[in-house]
């Protein structure tokens, strides 16, 4: 158990590390005040998931720690995780590019509204992680795995993919860009990918997820799709 936590704390540093260089570096600058804070609350809010699951789930923090392409046991994922990273890196660094040539204007109370959507949609990340335990990093079947169809699963079939997207809408305002919303737009493609391909696998692989998916309607947003 100590070697997973330490895994875990190891893994949440290096990301950590990782964004600054991909926030400073483009910035060319530590004078970058809304990168700060985006640091301070997305490592505060992680850190509280992290925590969480060291005392309450750690069978579903192990099932997150690794992750990534090189995680991934379908071909077709493996290459939906490359495009993700690759979508992911460019949300920071074309919003820290904005920042260093001051493309945008935006208000100190729109990236305080930035904040607010990167804490939201890490809140809706973890009430999936409450109410499922299978919800692991890559596309995989628990030999004990059942399909989850209550508290957010009632709503969408994918409401972590519906987190990520709040929390990543968040992050170009968070920033101080205007413009890095555009860098959403592949990101929604990529993971609307992977959904659609994760569905074809569980359809085949989980028993009961056909009649859940004829049950729940819409996959990422409640009432639209």
């Not at 509204?113 to 995989?140: P, Q, R, Y």
């Not at 101080?176 to 992977?194: D, E, M, N, Q, Y």
Request: one cysteine or more; hydrophobic letters at 55%; glycine letters at 6%.
């Amino acid at each position: 158990m100590k070697d997973l936590n330490k895994k875990a704390f190891g893994g949440l540093l290096r990301l950590l590390i990782s964004l600054a260089v991909l926030l400073f570096l483009p910035a060319w600058t530590l004078d970058y005040w809304q990168a700060w804070v985006f640091l301070a609350v997305f490592s505060g809010s992680v850190l509280a998931i992290t925590f969480y699951l060291i005392r309450e789930d750690p069978r579903l923090l192990k099932r997150r720690i690794d992750a990534g392409p090189s995680a991934e046991k379908e071909r077709s994922q493996k290459i939906i995780q490359t495009l993700a990273l690759m979508a992911f890196i460019v949300v920071f660094v074309f919003s820290a590019v904005d920042h260093r040539f001051a493309w945008s204007r935006v208000s100190p109370c729109t990236v305080a509204a930035g904040d607010i959507l990167v804490v939201l949609g890490l809140l809706i990340i973890f009430v999936v992680f409450k109410e499922n335990t299978f919800t692991s990093a890559v596309i995989e079947i628990d030999t004990e795995q059942k399909v989850i169809s209550t508290g957010p699963y009632a709503l969408v079939r994918h409401p972590m993919y519906l987190g990520a997207l709040v929390m990543l809408l968040g992050v170009p305002l968070a920033l101080g860009s205007w413009w890095g919303l555009l860098t959403i737009i592949p990101i929604t493609l990529v993971i609307v990918w992977r959904l659609l391909d994760e569905e074809q696998f569980l359809a085949k692989k989980l028993s009961g997820y056909s009649e859940y998916r004829d049950k729940v309607r819409y996959r990422l947003v409640p009432f639209i799709w």
